[in-house]
């Protein structure tokens, strides 16, 4: 056969095979390739277009190795939980570690103050405090644990590609958080205080002319400040009151906390406190002093507010 036809044929049997990929490409695409891989991640620190499988930690012991690649003392303190601790300055932090039972999650939770006597201890102003620095520290959240009876700093995160490293950013970050506010959980700096003082000097009476008069505030101004109620040794309240109109309420009931904050008004001796979170309490208000205060909710006993010193 001439050299042309057989140049020809070959160029003929090209034409066709590549005419024959190109429709096997045309009917690949087709195919959502994303389907087969829904289980992976594209793995960044690969080359292009590798992928890697989505790593979990999945029981504490795995958690353990992890702190103590980056020079944690840990041990195993449950199926899933480790425990350790974290040295900042003059203080020694006990962190416990968290497997949640669904695995997707770890909290980190950084313990500060025991708690012997709540009705004591664990004052108004103190849960006031926890909330504020709370709402500043987000997501880390100040609180009390009433099984562990210690004031706490926890944070949660995602169980998903979890290392050494990140476990150790994360107790850093909260120890840094606790010393700068150790002053409103430190027991024994509240304890300082409370020791008796000299008293200072009576002032003498201020005296006036039948012609002064003194401004009366209306119930709304009086209960500006914080204030603490209990019902029992597991039950109380805490709330503080702005001259602006606004509320923040903690209500405590055997360990566990609830947290509200919003608007209130004082009419006809009535207060009533609407919260952000759907809440709505009113009640009869008794403005008995400086000092204290009855409130009445409907359907339930009267509570004594005490201001907070």
Known sequence: MPRFHLLLIGALLLTRSHSTFAADEDLFSEIRTNLVFDHVTPDRTAGAGSIRSARRITDAEALRDLLKVVGFEAKVGGDRSVVTQKQLGK?????????????????????????????????????LKFMTASQNHAPAIFSYHSRRQRTELSVVVKNQDLTGQSL????????????????????SQAADKAKPTAPAPAAPAPTTTPTQTTPTQTDSEKLT????????D???????????GTFKLVYINDGQQTRSSGTFRVAEELLTLTGTDGLKLQ????????????FQPKDATELVFARAK
């Open 168 to 187: 150790r950013d994360e107790i850093n970050r909260l120890a840094v958080i606790a010393r700068d506010n150790e002053v409103m959980w430190d027991n």
């Open 225 to 232: 400040g914080r204030w603490s109620a209990a019902r029992s």
């Open 234 to 244: 597991k039950e109380a309240f805490a709330v503080e009151f702005t001259a602006g």
């Open 91 to 127: 203080w020694t932090f006990p962190v416990l570690v968290l497997l949640s039972d669904d695995e997707t999650t770890v909290n980190i939770v950084l313990g500060l103050s025991t708690i012997k006597d709540v009705s004591k201890e664990l004052t108004s102003e103190t849960l």
């Open 283 to 294: 009640g009869k208000l008794t403005v008995r002093s400086d000092s204290e205060f009855r």
